[in-house]
């Protein structure tokens, strides 16, 4: 029997670019072409009589094909079904393109589907809205043919190099030109990229403005259909900032942020080849190393911010006061210091240079620096430490100038002090005697009490004073320890133990007789006058005692009060509304003044024992000690001196009018204890310093 032949309609099924797929009434298949097996992987018998919606379809886009194929056979209707979701026999999910129309014959309703795979199309068109998002990133991107031509570029690349697209685009990239890099940049970047189809590293650029800037470039090669390079992509990122801070951070490890001058860390790497240059050609190495004077008083007067403008502007003008090949560094705070070379002279000859030096730096730095429209005037303490010859450690020669301006410090400070042997033994005996002091606060010290009498030597009071006896029964001096804990700062614990300790003394005595009108003075130092707790700590010391405010008096120095004086007075008043009394120690040999006095809540006056010493032998001191009894008279104040030794003085400091007396001729500073004794030696049992005259004062001074 013959073949029929083919009729049109079935070689068109044959032959199609999509897949037909044709369903009867119940939209099962009926045929099945080629194209169509080649889509979903089945074959025409392993799919004929199935209904499509369940063989190519799953879950909700198995029922949305099944209503809208109902909906087109029940009206005879043809539909357009964009962007479904089917099912590759394998299991894979392609995305289709469906056409469905439903015609009516004499044999039935009939369904033709023609089904297009756009998978591929639908993937190029998000890879390219990709393409296009990643185009228009934060980096600049240029897209180039295979002879460096730019063809594209990104908004990106507009803004890192100023140049506007239409200036860019037609000109042969400025990257990819000889001369633009360094050559051994340009030629690893050539000739990696026909080879490697890639290279990454760090370029240099130019701005449109004409600036130059570092990138970090990174170039892909696009092949062709003949695996020849196309295209270059290149995609790049200004660095200059991260490369800017990179520097900034390797400078500021070796040099000062706030100067820009060199730091400690530097200046001992200088200072060691220096010193290894020195002892090889046979000369010298000179360390400076400068201090400004009170430097804390000036951030403390006129603020932080200024004090940090006066140090830039220290390290400027000892830039300009020195020559080239010498090395000047900020070692931290307000102490610089300078690295002398190149002296080949003798030994004495280097020392007359170097305090050549020093003294050109110091008045460089005695001249007003204008900050603020301030002049500031400073002094500076300089030490100088030279090599003689000898190899040693460059921290030792360092260390030697320190014990040298420590000493220029030490003898009056706006000095300049050589190194020597005596100073290094000195600095090292006083370090030794501060650790030692720390170890041994508060075990080793105790408070002492000195009697104060009036002029008929009846007791009024004592003064508290601390004294430290180490552990193998020596005696410190005071003189020794109470200017070094000033300095270290010691003296703020030191200081708040004595008036904790006074006033639980003070309480003590309130319980005994003949004790309990007794005053008791207490030394309080600068620091801790000026601490900002410090009108609480005196509060606190007497609520916690519960001794009574009115016979503690606290002992202040001149100098505490010559400074802030607005201030001083606000605590002063804030402890004198509780009771709390005040007098100025050793008054004459500060910066005494009607001006302030008048102004503060002063109650007595102490001579210091200085004036008092050879008051039967020095007119002037005579003189002095004359002139404070009057100018505590004229303010309404008790003059009590101290360092009295002998009868003869306390004669003459009565016929000059003195209040009251204290000093080794009435009684040597001992424990409370033997001063109870002595009291009670000095009066009757039946009477108190309340009872002898002190309770007169009180009231008159109250």
């Known amino acids: 029997m013959s073949q029929q032949p ?46 499509l919606a369940t063989s190519i379809f799953d879950g909700d886009q198995a029922a949305a094909f099944a209503r809208e194929w109902q909906g ?50 639908l993937d190029a068109d998000n890879a390219l809205r990709v393409a296009a998002v990643a185009f228009q990133s934060l980096e600049g991107m ?39 890099q360094d050559e051994e940049v ?37 092949l062709g259909v003949n695996q020849e390079v196309s295209h270059y992509v290149a995609a790049f990122v200004d660095i200059s900032k991260q490369r800017a ?47 400004v004077d009170e430097f804390k008083g000036i951030n403390d007067t006129v603020g932080h911010h200024v004090g940090d403008a006066l140090l830039k502007k220290i390290g400027k003008r000892l830039r300009m006061s020195l020559h080239a090949e010498d090395t000047i560094a900020r070692l931290g705070g307000d102490e610089f210091a300078v690295i002398l070379q190149g002296m080949a002279t003798e030994t004495q000859e280097v020392a007359i240079r ?6 050109r730096l110091v008045h460089a730095l005695g001249l007003p620096f204008a900050i603020e429209q301030r002049a500031l005037e400073i002094t500076v303490s300089v030490g100088i430490s030279v090599s003689c010859g000898t190899r040693r450690a460059s921290e030792d020669l360092l260390k030697q100038a320190d014990i040298a301006m420590y000493r220029a410090k030490s003898d009056g400070r706006n000095c300049i002090r050589f190194f020597d042997t005596a100073s290094q033994a000195s600095l090292e005996a006083r370090f030794a005697l501060n650790a030692a002091m720390r170890s041994a606060f508060p075990q080793q010290f105790a408070v002492h009490y000195q009697l104060q009498v009036d002029a008929a030597q009846r007791p009024l009071g004592a003064e508290a004073l601390l004294r430290w006896t180490q552990s193998d029964g020596i005696a410190v001096s005071p003189a020794q320890f109470i200017p070094l804990a000033e300095e270290t700062g010691l003296i703020l614990p030191m200081g708040l133990w004595v008036l904790q300790q006074a006033c639980k003394q003070l309480q003590h005595w309130a319980c005994e007789p003949t004790m309990r009108g007794l005053t008791l003075a207490v030394n309080v130092s ?40 607005d201030q001083v007075v606000q605590k002063m008043q804030a402890l004198r509304s509780h009771g709390v009394r005040f007098a100025i120690d050793d008054f004459g040999t500060g910066y005494s003044s009607l001006a302030y006095l008048k102004r503060l809540p002063l109650e007595q006056l102490k001579i210091d024992q200085t004036f008092v010493r050879d008051l039967e032998t020095d007119n002037n001191d005579l003189a002095i000690a004359s002139a404070v009894v009057g100018m505590g008279r004229s303010l309404g104040m008790q003059v009590v001196a101290e360092g009295v ?50 309770h007169q004062f009180l009231k008159e001074t109250s």
């Open 6 to 51: 083919c009729s049109p309609w079935d070689q068109a099924m044959q032959h199609a670019f999509d897949a037909i797929v044709l369903l009867d009434a119940q939209g099962r298949v009926t045929a099945w072409n080629p194209q169509a097996e080649k889509c979903f992987g089945w074959q025409a018998h392993e799919i004929i009589g199935q209904a």
């Open 72 to 121: 087109v056979h029940q009206a005879h209707s043809h539909l357009v079904l964009p962007h479904f979701r089917a099912v590759h026999r394998t299991g894979h999910v392609i995305r289709i393109d469906l056409s469905l129309a439903c015609t009516q014959n004499a044999a039935g309703s009939q369904g033709v589907v023609f089904i297009r795979d756009v998978s591929e199309r």
């Open 142 to 180: 240029v897209v180039m043919d295979g002879c460096y031509t730019i063809l594209k570029v990104n908004q990106a690349f507009v803004d890192i190099t100023g140049y506007e697209a239409h200036e860019a685009v037609g000109r042969v990239s400025a990257l990819f030109r000889p001369g633009r």
């Open 186 to 222: 340009y030629l690893a970047m050539r000739s990696a990229l026909p080879e490697k189809r890639f290279w990454q590293g760090e370029v240099w650029d130019r701005r449109k403005s004409g600036e130059r800037y570092s990138v970090w470039l990174r170039v892909t090669a696009v």
């Open 245 to 291: 801070s990179a520097q900034r951070v390797q400078f500021l490890d070796f040099h000062d942020p706030l100067t820009d001058l060199p730091n400690r860390r530097f200046f001992l790497v200088r200072l060691r080849q220096a010193m290894a240059a020195a002892d090889r050609k046979s000369e010298h190495c000179v360390v400076l190393l400068l201090d």
């Open 354 to 359: 170097a305090r050549n030096v020093a003294e």
């Open 526 to 565: 600068a620091r801790q006058f000026h601490a900002e707790t410090f009108v609480r700590s005196v509060l606190d010391a007497l609520a916690h005692s519960g001794a009574n405010p009115n016979l503690l008096k606290l002992e202040l120095t001149e100098g505490i009060t010559i400074n802030h004086i």
């Open 645 to 694: 030794e002998t009868a003869q003085q306390v004669e003459i400091l009565r016929a000059l009018g003195c209040d009251a007396f204290q000093g080794y001729y009435f009684a040597r500073p001992g424990t409370a204890q033997a001063l109870g004794v002595d009291i009670q030696r000095r009066m009757p049992q039946s009477t108190s310093p309340l009872e002898t005259g002190h």
